[in-house]
C-alpha cells in the first residue's frame, strides 16, 4: 500500500495490486488475431488449424536425434554469424546527468570517429571520473590534456578524472573511437559511467554495401527494365502460345526460357534466351538458372501456360516498385486473387513457428487497388536483384512455392495489385497427342507421401522450423 498526502484532502490508500487481464481481452494485441504471446518464451503450435504441418511427426525415424543435433548445430553457428549485440534492450537510467547519443553513431572497420554528444551534468566532486568501456575498439582524444587527467589512451577502456566538469566535457566533446576488429556488420557496446551512473549505446560497425544501379537507356523503355522469365517442361504448345501472346503487346522485350524437358524443342524468334538443363532437373533449379540470366533491373515471371491480354499492362507493375519500397509485386491470373500472410514467431530449441493467413496486411499508400502482402501467385514483377538473394532452392523439383516466399521472410517486401491481369490457357489441349504431353507433366507434378516428407523435412532443417499453418483466422 502507497499513501497519498494532499493538503486539502486525508490521507488514501491506493491499492496497486492490478490483475493481468484474461487472455481473451488481449486478443487485439496479436497481428493475427489470436492469443498475444508477451510475456511467452516461445511460439506455440497449440490451437492451430487442421491446415498444420507439425514437422516432428514427419521427422519420427530413428535418426530423427541426431538431425536435430545438427541442426541445433548449424542454428549456433548461423547466431554466431548474424546476431548483433544491438538486440539487447537498454533502459535509460531516471534523472541521470549523462548525455550520450541513443542511436546513428556508426563507423566502418577499422575506422576512426568523433563520439558525439558526450557530456556530464551535475554537482563538481574534488575528483570527478568518467569512465568509457569497449570490446571491440579503443578510445582516444585529439586534444592535449593536462596530466593525470586522461588514462587509457590507446586502450578499450579511456578514464578521464578532473575536478572541473568543464575540463571533463571539453574532453569528452573530443573523444573519438577506432574500430579494431574487420568486420562487414557488428556492433560495439560502449559503457559510459559518471559516479554511481551508467549508460550504455551502441555503435553500429559495418562496410556500406556496394551500390549497384542498373541502366534503363536513353529512352527508359519497358524493354530496357523488364526481362520475362519462365520455365518450361514438355509443354511447347502452351509456351509458344505465351510467347505470341507477349509479342503482341511487347515485341522487343527479352525472354528467357529455362528447359528440363526431354526431348526439347528449339524455340526460335528474336529477343529469346532458351536455357537446355538436364531432364527433370526441377522447377525452382529452372527458376534459378532463368533469373541468374537476367541483365535487368526488374524481372516478370510467368508460367509457361499463362496468356497475355489487353490488362497486362507491365507499365504499371513497375510504377509502383519504381515508387514504392516494394521489392516485389504480384497481379491476378484469370480475376483470381491470391494473396497470403506470413507470420513467424520465434520458438524455443525446438524451432520457430510459421502461420499464414488468406489476405493483406493493409492497402498500399498511393496506390488504390493496390495491398502490402506475403505471398502472391506466379504472376509478379520484382528487383532482379532482390530475387537473386533470396533465390530458389533447386531441391524442390516438383511443386513449391510457398518455400521461395517464406525464405523471403525479412528481406522481400511484397505487394499485389488488382489493376493488371494476366490469362490462363484453358485447361485440355485438343487432340489426343497434346492431352498426352499434358498428362504426362500432370505424372511429374504430382508428389507421394515420400517426396511430400522429403518437402517438409527440408523446410524443417533449413528454415528451423517446428510447425506450419495454413488459413490461420
Same mark, same amino acid.
Given at each position: 500500500?502507497?499513501?497519498?498526502?494532499?493538503?486539502?484532502?486525508?490521507?488514501?490508500?491506493?491499492?496497486?495490486?492490478?490483475?493481468?487481464?484474461?487472455?481473451?481481452?488481449?486478443?487485439?494485441?496479436?497481428?493475427?488475431?489470436?492469443?498475444?504471446?508477451?510475456?511467452?518464451?516461445?511460439?506455440?503450435?497449440?490451437?492451430?488449424?487442421?491446415?498444420?504441418?507439425?514437422?516432428?511427426?514427419?521427422?519420427?525415424?530413428?535418426?530423427?536425434?541426431?538431425?536435430?543435433?545438427?541442426?541445433?548445430?548449424?542454428?549456433?553457428?548461423?547466431?554466431?554469424?548474424?546476431?548483433?549485440?544491438?538486440?539487447?534492450?537498454?533502459?535509460?537510467?531516471?534523472?541521470?546527468?549523462?548525455?550520450?547519443?541513443?542511436?546513428?553513431?556508426?563507423?566502418?572497420?577499422?575506422?576512426?570517429?568523433?563520439?558525439?554528444?558526450?557530456?556530464?551534468?551535475?554537482?563538481?566532486?574534488?575528483?570527478?571520473?568518467?569512465?568509457?568501456?569497449?570490446?571491440?575498439?579503443?578510445?582516444?582524444?585529439?586534444?592535449?590534456?593536462?596530466?593525470?587527467?586522461?588514462?587509457?589512451?590507446?586502450?578499450?577502456?579511456?578514464?578521464?578524472?578532473?575536478?572541473?566538469?568543464?575540463?571533463?566535457?571539453?574532453?569528452?566533446?573530443?573523444?573519438?573511437? !577506432? %574500430?579494431?576488429?574487420?568486420?562487414? +556488420?557488428?556492433?560495439?557496446?560502449?559503457? @559510459?559511467? $559518471?559516479?554511481?551512473?551508467?549508460? *550504455?549505446?551502441?555503435?553500429?560497425?559495418?562496410?556500406?554495401?556496394?551500390?549497384?544501379?542498373?541502366?534503363?537507356?536513353?529512352?527508359?523503355?519497358?524493354?530496357?527494365?523488364?526481362?520475362?522469365?519462365?520455365?518450361?517442361?514438355?509443354?511447347?504448345?502452351?509456351?509458344?502460345?505465351?510467347?505470341?501472346?507477349?509479342?503482341?503487346?511487347?515485341?522487343?522485350?527479352?525472354?528467357?526460357?529455362?528447359?528440363?524437358?526431354?526431348?526439347?524443342?528449339?524455340?526460335?524468334?528474336?529477343?529469346?534466351?532458351?536455357?537446355?538443363?538436364?531432364?527433370?532437373?526441377?522447377?525452382?533449379?529452372?527458376?534459378?538458372?532463368?533469373?541468374?540470366?537476367?541483365?535487368?533491373?526488374?524481372?516478370?515471371?510467368?508460367?509457361?501456360?499463362?496468356?497475355?491480354?489487353?490488362?497486362?499492362?507491365?507499365?504499371?507493375?513497375?510504377?509502383?516498385?519504381?515508387? !514504392? %519500397?516494394?521489392?516485389?509485386?504480384? +497481379?491476378?491470373?484469370?480475376?483470381?486473387? @491470391?494473396? $497470403?500472410?506470413?507470420?513467424?514467431? *520465434?520458438?524455443?530449441?525446438?524451432?520457430?513457428?510459421?502461420?499464414?493467413?488468406?489476405?493483406?496486411?493493409?492497402?498500399?499508400?498511393?496506390?488504390?487497388?493496390?495491398?502490402?502482402?506475403?505471398?502472391?501467385?506466379?504472376?509478379?514483377?520484382?528487383?532482379?536483384?532482390?530475387?537473386?538473394?533470396?533465390?530458389?532452392?533447386?531441391?524442390?523439383?516438383?511443386?513449391?512455392?510457398?518455400?521461395?516466399?517464406?525464405?523471403?521472410?525479412?528481406?522481400?517486401?511484397?505487394?499485389?495489385?488488382?489493376?493488371?491481369?494476366?490469362?490462363?490457357?484453358?485447361?485440355?489441349?485438343?487432340?489426343?497427342?497434346?492431352?498426352?504431353?499434358?498428362?504426362?507433366?500432370?505424372?511429374?507434378?504430382?508428389?507421394?507421401?515420400?517426396?511430400?516428407?522429403?518437402?517438409?523435412?527440408?523446410?524443417?532443417?533449413?528454415?528451423?522450423?517446428?510447425?506450419?499453418?495454413? %488459413?490461420?483466422?
Amino acid at each position: 500500500m502507497i499513501l497519498f498526502t494532499d493538503e486539502k484532502k486525508p490521507t488514501t490508500p491506493v491499492d496497486l495490486h492490478l490483475k493481468l487481464k484474461p487472455l481473451n481481452k488481449l486478443k487485439f494485441l496479436s497481428p493475427y488475431g489470436s492469443d498475444w504471446t508477451f510475456g511467452r518464451n516461445a511460439c506455440s503450435c497449440r490451437s492451430l488449424n487442421s491446415g498444420m504441418f507439425t514437422y516432428d511427426k514427419f521427422n519420427a525415424g530413428n535418426d530423427n536425434l541426431a538431425i536435430k543435433n545438427r541442426r541445433g548445430l548449424q542454428y549456433e553457428q548461423y547466431k554466431k554469424r548474424n546476431e548483433l549485440p544491438a538486440k539487447k534492450v537498454i533502459i535509460a537510467q531516471p534523472h541521470s546527468p549523462l548525455s550520450y547519443p541513443t542511436h546513428g553513431v556508426e563507423v566502418k572497420p577499422l575506422y576512426s570517429i568523433l563520439i558525439p554528444g558526450l557530456a556530464v551534468h551535475g554537482m563538481e566532486g574534488e575528483n570527478n571520473t568518467v569512465k568509457l568501456t569497449a570490446t571491440q575498439g579503443v578510445f582516444n582524444t585529439i586534444v592535449e590534456t593536462p596530466d593525470g587527467v586522461v588514462h587509457g589512451s590507446g586502450e578499450k577502456e579511456l578514464t578521464i578524472r578532473s575536478p572541473s566538469l568543464a575540463i571533463i566535457n571539453n574532453i569528452l566533446k573530443h573523444v573519438t573511437y !577506432t %574500430n579494431k576488429k574487420y568486420q562487414i +556488420a557488428s556492433t560495439d557496446l560502449v559503457s @559510459f559511467q $559518471f559516479e554511481e551512473y551508467t549508460a *550504455e549505446f551502441t555503435i553500429l560497425i559495418r562496410v556500406p554495401p556496394m551500390i549497384r544501379l542498373f541502366d534503363p537507356g536513353p529512352d527508359n523503355s519497358i524493354d530496357s527494365l523488364v526481362t520475362i522469365v519462365t520455365k518450361t517442361f514438355f509443354r511447347y504448345h502452351k509456351l509458344r502460345i505465351l510467347i505470341s501472346s507477349i509479342r503482341k503487346f511487347y515485341p522487343k522485350i527479352m525472354i528467357i526460357i529455362a528447359d528440363d524437358s526431354k526431348v526439347t524443342e528449339k524455340i526460335e524468334g528474336p529477343y529469346i534466351q532458351q536455357y537446355i538443363m538436364p531432364f527433370a532437373k526441377g522447377w525452382f533449379a529452372g527458376r534459378n538458372l532463368a533469373v541468374s540470366q537476367v541483365t535487368t533491373k526488374y524481372l516478370l515471371w510467368v508460367d509457361e501456360d499463362f496468356v497475355f491480354t489487353k490488362k497486362t499492362k507491365l507499365e504499371k507493375l513497375v510504377e509502383v516498385l519504381e515508387k !514504392t %519500397n516494394l521489392d516485389l509485386v504480384g +497481379a491476378p491470373v484469370n480475376q483470381q486473387v @491470391f494473396t $497470403f500472410k506470413l507470420w513467424y514467431e *520465434e520458438g524455443d530449441d525446438e524451432g520457430d513457428c510459421v502461420f499464414s493467413q488468406y489476405g493483406s496486411f493493409h492497402p498500399l499508400d498511393g496506390f488504390p487497388g493496390c495491398v502490402v502482402t506475403s505471398i502472391v501467385v506466379n504472376f509478379f514483377l520484382a528487383k532482379t536483384e532482390k530475387v537473386q538473394s533470396v533465390g530458389f532452392d533447386p531441391r524442390f523439383a516438383r511443386v513449391a512455392h510457398t518455400e521461395f516466399f517464406i525464405d523471403g521472410i525479412g528481406s522481400l517486401l511484397v505487394g499485389y495489385c488488382t489493376n493488371v491481369k494476366v490469362g490462363h490457357q484453358k485447361k485440355g489441349a485438343g487432340n489426343k497427342a497434346l492431352n498426352e504431353v499434358e498428362n504426362k507433366y500432370a505424372a511429374f507434378r504430382r508428389l507421394d507421401r515420400n517426396e511430400f516428407r522429403s518437402r517438409l523435412d527440408m523446410t524443417y532443417f533449413k528454415n528451423r522450423l517446428k510447425c506450419y499453418t495454413r %488459413n490461420r483466422v
